[in-house]
């Protein structure tokens, strides 16, 4: 299966892009690392993020984030990035990206938010 949008990072940045490439229908492919929130989870509060004026806990903020990626169909997967090749043919736009040395995503986009 080839992707529309593969996303690596599982921070913010990446969750937010999962939600707006999900709503445009991109049916994104998260690649979510060893640790969800990244390191958003080395705080103890957020008093900076939209949306959050009392502030708020990383792992309930990072919940959110999730639910409403989900919520827009984004699928999930855990574990480390290890290889990435970009396509340079213009005919076969399909961008290849492995998992822990072993599992092969194929994207035609790859949005990095690391």
């Known amino acids: 299966m080839i ?3 593969l996303i690596i990072g599982s921070g913010p940045a990446g969750y937010t892009a999962a939600i707006y490439a999900a709503r445009a229908n991109r049916h994104p492919l998260l690649i979510d690392g060893p640790q ?4 958003l989870m080395t705080t103890t509060e ?4 939209p949306g959050y004026p009392d502030g708020v806990e990383p792992f309930q903020m990072m ?7 989900e919520r827009f169909g ?3 997967v855990s574990g480390a990035v290890s290889k990435v090749v970009f396509s340079d043919d213009p005919m076969r736009v399909a961008h290849k990206i492995w998992v822990n040395d072993d599992t092969m995503y194929e994207a035609r986009t790859v949005i990095i938010a690391t």
Do not use: K
């Open 3 to 5: 992707y529309d949008s």
């Open 36 to 39: 969800q929130g990244g390191q």
């Open 46 to 49: 957020v008093e900076n993020f």
């Open 63 to 69: 919940s959110d984030l999730r639910r409403q990626a």
């Open 74 to 76: 984004t699928v999930f």
